[in-house]
């Protein structure tokens, strides 16, 4: 599985978006790009996934580069409680089975 | 429905010896997949299992041992355990198989300290 590079922390001020960037430059055509976050102290949390279109959700939005190299993660109007810690994760779909390779992720500050 | 369960959420051992960690999955998931969480390391994957089988397993040593059961649930154990498998330990579940979008539930971990 590709490896992600992330920025290790950011600041966002509460109601405006947090656009949280990852890259993947060895991304292999068959790998999905997959958002997760993690607040203290809990089990991560599933947020989008997408393989090339850009996609929304009640969550967030994800906005994958043409060549697949890069993503963000957009949430639109950031509140306290999305503080966390943010994990772009690249990994393969397929029936034989996976290896979920987590980065150290980006620690997103929500700011009042 | 009920998410992903672990047992137990906390637990102390001494150096030496072995532990069992156990993980429920959401019903009708078939793949259970398991990491260490650790302040130095990150989360980092340990195996995956369906139907049974293991799947993909990480660089971890032999210490580290899971299984699955027909009903799904999993289980891993660790043993002579040392100081530094203190961590966090998540589990995660998803469908498995052709209608898998790859999408992990995560339980709220078991944390393990070793004294």
């Known amino acids: 599985d590709a490896k992600t590079t992330q920025p290790p922390s950011m600041d966002c001020a509460e109601g405006r978006a947090a656009n949280l960037p990852c890259n993947h430059s060895?991304?292999?055509?068959?790998?999905?790009v997959y958002w997760y976050r993690q607040i203290h102290s809990q089990g991560p949390q599933y947020i989008i996934h997408g393989l090339k279109n850009n996609e929304t959700n009640e969550m967030a939005s994800l906005i994958i580069t043409e060549d697949r190299k890069s993503s963000t993660l957009i949430l639109p109007h950031a509140t306290l409680r999305d503080t966390a810690v943010y994990y772009c994760i690249v990994r393969v779909l397929n029936t034989g089975g996976f290896k979920t390779i987590f980065g150290a992720g980006t620690r997103l500050f929500v700011k009042a | 429905k009920a998410g992903v369960t672990q047992t137990p959420r906390y637990l102390i051992k001494t150096r030496g010896q072995q532990v069992t960690l156990s993980c429920s999955p959401i019903?009708?998931?078939?793949?259970v997949s398991w990491y260490q969480q650790t302040p130095g390391q990150g989360l980092q994957f340990l195996f995956e299992y369906f139907s049974e089988t293991q799947r993909n397993k990480g660089n971890f040593p032999g210490r580290f041992s899971g299984r699955q059961f027909s009903n799904s649930r999993s289980e891993m154990n660790v043993s002579t355990l040392e100081l530094g498998d203190s961590a966090l330990y998540l589990c995660?579940?998803?469908?498995?198989?052709?209608?898998?979008?790859?999408?992990?539930?995560f339980g709220e971990g078991s944390r393990l300290t070793v004294l």
């Open positions: 995660a579940s998803s469908l498995g198989g052709a209608r898998d979008t790859g999408e992990l539930f």
């Open positions: 060895t991304i292999s055509g068959n790998e999905y």
């Open positions: 019903s009708g998931h078939r793949s």
